[in-house]
């Protein structure tokens, strides 16, 4: 193929648009996270010609026939990430290569077309340039934007087929923070986040399947039952696989638990990365792992209980015995947009069981950890500055 | 809820239009499926009011922002339809309430706005009655339309959540015929549809999941699959699911082996519709296996060999063992866009397997009766007449 490459460089920015007025955190809109900044990056594909030059231009409507692949078969794809306004002032992405890497993957599974991820790493810095001065000036410290590539293919042709024409939008979104997405029930502090386990006829993804990409079909088709659990009064499913009920994500994050092993250890485990494509290979999932092996697994270091860090298939059985044991510490969610957010409550077959929070500090010492690197309190290679 | 539920008697058909020429058969927009006619169904709802009025209105592109939840979370679903212009000079649908209790369930299983099918039928037939003349003049007997309503979600809130805004859209367009859709490969008749298996690491439905449904999610994970397939020069992949590579279905199609079993009666067999959910419920294949009960079931009715029509999970191992036995008759897809279609090749871990075509002649048999059927030539209560 010599069609045109994704190209960062060719952006053109000069589209005519009308400043909007940066909504109040109290906004209706905004808790119903449809806020989007002034301007997106949008890129026109096709096949013939490649990537056509990026354009900044306003945030607005798409006209999509009712033909477009993306409508009809699901050919779309997505990233979520944050920019955050530090402490120093300065603007900052968390580790953006992993996204634009994965976005690259899951662009392939479903045959939409492909890119240098650098050139993608570039546009979105571009954005967040542009757009995020207003909506993050350097007086509000501590806040952050949630960004959001989408590729979608525009192909109007209705024939089962790789699609011919697609495009590429790059859009800034606000969202609220953690606490205000988790509101307390019946009037209550909230004590951490409540899940439901999945039922054994609701798969959220399989072996061979697309578990492990982020694609607009993953996430429909567990509507359904995040539903069910909303209906009764949760936050989030626990997502479950196979006979012996293994455990793989809480909603659409990762999840990890925090027991005594049999022997007396604390462990921080969490589900693999295998050949069956059934977690999502999330960026929080895998900085926290590797934050918590620095911090923890020797002992005793900065005061915390010694910990190892694991990661392995478990199952539901034997989060129910560590739990009649009297192991279990504790159980975390984590994701670009929830943040790392403790469990407090889990009903699997309904029977519940009481998750502590707040019994070791290694959860919460991992959420400052996180927090001073996007929010530029301390220096790390993972903080990804943006020139404004 | 009290919201407005679907109403086809309030369709409004008012709207003004330009009308476009009728495209040539041979134009290439036609050949891309991408030729839609004049007008279109659009039915807009919302939690809060239901289903607005149903309006007839230019065929033509959706205003989408680019957080629509369709667009994101792919809560989509779709149907496959045709209205056939007749011997008799009528127009007909063929058991088209299947079809839109079908779509009734696909609805429910990515948590779209339901419907009364009855009120969805209706307006099938009205958009027909409207567009297919056209189309479709008495003078073209045997010629037919393809019928793609479309339920997608319009929310823009960005969260993971069940749909609040969504839009149903029913439009018309050509297809072209099975003998186009299959060229024949270096020059060479067509001999039935090629297919390759699909590789164990490639799962198009699972237990649990949404096999049974038609949404989009199920179209976007295969196309990887389907362009290996088209690469390597053959026009499906056969769909196998699990260590014994069971048959499921051939593209997006269901698929029918013949054989002699091993006590020498001929057989037609296909895939089960269980709880597993592998299977979409295809209503060409309810047809198929209906009328060749009636038709083949008891001894030499008509000159055809008797033959049993058996629904159950059969494998690539039993389909290898009658080829090497010589037990293999033949093998057929069969689809509403695809009709019925013999299959003549089938690639299995790099082992080809030549089917026989034409061998017996029950397949252009039930191949003839649908025809029959649908462009009145008998009689038929699967014949649905729309009245122009």
Redesign the interface.
Known sequence: MCSAPLDASRLRTDAPYTPKPVPDIASADLA???S?TDR?IQVNWTAAQGWADPEVVP?????????AS???????C?EGMKVYRGHDGRLRLFRPMYNCERMYNSA????LPTFEPEQLLQLIRKICALEAPKWLPPSQAGSAL?I?P?L?ATD???????PDEACL?I?L?Y?PTPQQATPALNGAEPKGMRLITSS????RA?????GAAK???????A??E??RA?EGGYDQVLWLYGPDRQITEA??TNVFIMWKTQSGRLEILTSPLD?RSLILAGNTRRSVIELARDMFVEKNIGGFEACDVVERVFTMAEIEKANLDGRLVGMFAVGTAFWIQEVGKITHEERDIHVPTNRVPHVGALRQKVSDIVYGVCQSEWADLITE
């Open positions: 119903a996270l449809k989007a997106m945030y607005g409507p798409l006209a999509l026939l009712p033909t993306a409508l009809q078969y699901a050919t779309e997505f392939k599974r479903v045959t949630y959001r989408t979608i109007s042709s209705l024939g089962f087929k790789v939008c859009f979104i969202w054994e006829d609701a798969v399989w072996p061979g399947g697309t694609i607009g079909g993953n996430y429909g088709l509507l359904q995040h539903a909303k909603g659409s050949e």
